[in-house]
């Protein structure tokens, strides 16, 4: 019995490991090339895991972009299909789909994570192959012109604020918390150290934290009269909470937080405690753009009511939207005997790229970094308010 | 070859240098889990030098085993004193302490990770020649004095002892070479993947060694060859659905295996069977000849 159950398993493992291969040939096919008939983009996404919650609706803003280009005609044509691949949060993971795609793709979309984005971005730039994902400023030259940002630099855009909003309300000691597992949020540590002059220490969230009290608490000890979330939604929610509860703060106006730190669960999980709180945002939940408008009633359907907050959802759309551009203006072909040189065009094309329409207004590349409107909001009353820090 | 497989197989040949690493401490009786610890270090070594310095690859693998040795040894001398449960869980502890300093290491990229490690074109190729001269070597190890000893402390410590060898230095040779393993295991994964962060050297990674090593079989060093490519296909080759599902699978299978068959899919019965069915075919032949 037993010997039959060993041969039983070792050919189940086998014909696996078989299957595995002939998959492998399909998904080499399928992933990285770009179909005469169908241009089929490959987009990373951190799908499951930690960073699920804008991962998907990333991966969901590709997927209706590439619909409502395929119901205006396709890109000259041609149907587009967006191919997900899941890096569940992990730049092994990552690189491990970049080095199945890089003998084919002519072009790789993603991946929200900065970590994973950081891990591609080299083999992106020795292959020559276009990508966008979630870069700071120092990637996108390092590495240029391969790889654009989908969004604004948040290194730069967190310092801006907090020194506006330092010293609008006069505060003079501040305590940054930050997720040590994100090499973007690292990078605004030292870029905080060196550049904000009442920086007193940064306090480690890492992704997951359940129980952000004795962090609160390490923080108050610091002394702080400011404090910046430079965390996810779920910690810093977390976090916030517990800087309010414990008296830390007197009025939400002392907590500001990074664009990834926004988002409807910030004020599910935060409740009272996120009045008054500050922030920023990569694109405005209430833009009264028609295809904004249209996209937010698809997603709130997709999505049990909820309003698209995160900035990945108009990247993405932003990064197929640009794709079509591209490919219309260069007269893309696919023709894997052009793979190098039309992979050469598109990733000059988008590093400094014309204006495009997207989902909310207009945007363009400049040396990589997405130029794009990045509003300052507080909450009220619940809600998520447009203000000038004053 | 394509990238994809060329990765595929390079981590394939990592995972059987770690697992071989874990099986030299089995082998002499040993519950240690630190081989991951010093995967890390091996790993780290061979970027650090890689990126920094520009050293090629084979120098890097170099001091990867002079790393492997010397962070191998140092613990060594303390485990050479506790065994079972003690060694299990001051073992596993090793993983979180060298994540934390690495963590806290700036010129390493603390928790930004080591990115910038060079491409080595023929990696494959480099991997399978390092297979076979590490294959080799173990192989020849475990058919030694010093792996008959290790066999013995494995069996019995007390009655090893008795028959006098020297269970604390055995241990120690154990532990040493099981590092240098690691290290090297480290270094080529560092080549391959091309960017470390302290979190890749986690207790996720062990356990996929652990249960390489289990699946494959715990008592020879050939059934890590056929359980590391099998599984980790599951994550590489497997459609998304499947693939969502390896942790559950990779347990499934552990569970399976240890309870039907302990030994593993590869037994030391089978591989005798392997070894006297060519041993008769050689025979038959020479006989033939004659």
Same mark, same amino acid.
């Given at each position: ?62 997927? %209706? ?59 992106? %730039? ?16 390092? %590495? ?247 | ?91 596993? /502890? ?57 066999? /013995? ?138």
């Amino acid at each position: 019995m037993k010997k039959v159950l060993a041969i039983v398993i070792a050919v189940m493992m086998l014909s696996s490991l078989m299957a595995g291969f002939a998959f492998a040939a399909e998904d080499g096919a399928e992933g990285g090339a770009v179909a005469v008939t169908e241009w089929e983009i490959p987009v990373l996404s951190a799908i499951t895991g930690p960073v699920s919650f804008v991962g998907e609706p990333a991966i969901w803003a590709a997927n %209706y972009a590439a619909e409502k280009i395929n119901e205006a005609g396709g890109i000259e044509g041609v149907p587009v299909k967006i191919v997900p691949y899941d890096t569940e949060f992990d730049p092994q993971k990552g690189m491990q789909y970049i080095t199945q795609l890089q003998d084919t793709a002519l072009f790789i979309g993603g991946c929200v994570a900065a970590p994973v984005c950081e891990a591609e971005a080299q083999v992106l %730039y020795e292959e020559h192959i276009p990508n966008i994902g979630s870069y700071v400023s120092s990637a996108l030259d390092e %590495y240029a012109p391969y790889i654009c940002a989908y969004m604004g630099d948040s290194e730069i855009l967190d310092l801006e604020l907090c020194k506006e909003w330092m010293a609008a309300k006069g505060y003079e000691k501040l305590v940054m918390f930050y997720s040590p597992d994100d090499t973007a949020q690292a990078a605004t540590v030292d870029r905080f150290a060196q550049e904000v002059p009442e920086y007193l220490g940064a306090v480690e969230v890492p992704t997951g934290t359940i129980d952000c009290g004795p962090l609160a608490v390490q923080a108050m000890n610091m002394g702080a009269d400011a404090f910046w979330l430079g965390c996810r939604t779920e910690e810093a929610s977390k976090v916030c909470k517990e800087l309010v509860e414990r008296g830390a703060v007197e009025s939400g106006e002392q907590i500001c937080a990074t664009f990834s730190a926004m988002g409807a669960g910030f004020l599910e999980i935060a409740g009272e405690t996120a009045e008054g709180t500050y922030a920023y945002n990569m694109l405005d939940v209430n833009c009264p753009d028609e295809t904004w408008q249209e996209l937010s009633e698809a997603y709130k359907a997709d999505h049990n009511g909820d309003a698209p907050t995160y900035p990945p959802i108009q990247g993405f759309y932003n990064m197929i939207v640009a794709l079509k551009a591209c490919f219309e203006d260069l007269g893309i072909t696919g023709d894997p005997a052009v793979l190098q040189e039309e992979r050469e065009a598109i990733a000059e094309w988008l590093n400094n790229s014309p204006e495009i329409e997207g989902c909310q207004g207009t945007f363009s590349w400049v040396n990589g970094v997405m130029q794009i409107e990045a509003p300052v909001v507080q909450v009220q009353d619940g809600n998520y308010v447009v203000v000038t820090m004053e | 070859m394509s990238s994809g497989l060329a990765y595929f197989i390079t981590l394939v040949i990592v995972y059987i240098l770690v697992v071989w690493g874990a099986l030299i401490p089995f082998r002499a009786g040993l519950l240690y889990n630190g081989t991951v610890y010093v995967m890390a270090i091996g790993g780290y070594t061979a970027g650090f030098l890689s990126k920094t310095f520009g050293l090629n690859f084979w120098l890097c693998i170099i001091a990867a085993i002079i790393t492997g040795l010397i962070f191998g040894f140092i613990p060594a001398l303390g485990f050479a004193r506790t065994n079972g449960i003690v060694t299990a869980i001051s073992s596993m /502890a090793l993983i979180f302490i060298i994540q934390s300093i690495i963590k806290n290491i700036d010129f390493l990229g603390g928790t930004r990770g080591l990115r910038g490690i060079a491409k080595v074109p023929a990696l494959p190729w480099f991997a399978i020649i390092i297979l076979i001269i590490f294959g080799a070597f173990l192989y020849r190890l475990f058919n030694s004095r010093i792996g008959r000893a290790w066999e /013995a402390i494995a069996t019995d410590p007390q009655m090893a002892q008795t028959l006098g060898v020297d269970t604390r230095k055995m241990t120690v040779i154990a532990l040493t070479l099981s590092s240098v393993f690691a290290a090297v295991g480290g270094a080529v994964f560092a080549f391959n993947i091309r960017v470390i962060y302290p979190g890749t050297f986690s207790f996720t990674f062990l356990l996929n060694v652990m249960t390489m090593l289990f699946v494959g079989g715990r008592f020879t060093q050939w059934g890590v060859i056929i359980s590391a490519p099998l599984l980790w296909s599951i994550n590489v080759y497997m459609p998304e659905a499947v693939q969502k599902l390896s942790n559950y699978i990779f347990a499934g299978l552990l569970i399976i295996v240890l309870m039907l068959r302990p030994e593993g899919l590869v037994t030391r019965k089978m591989i005798l069977s392997v070894k006297n069915f060519f041993k008769g075919l050689f025979k038959k032949k020479a006989r033939e000849t004659v």
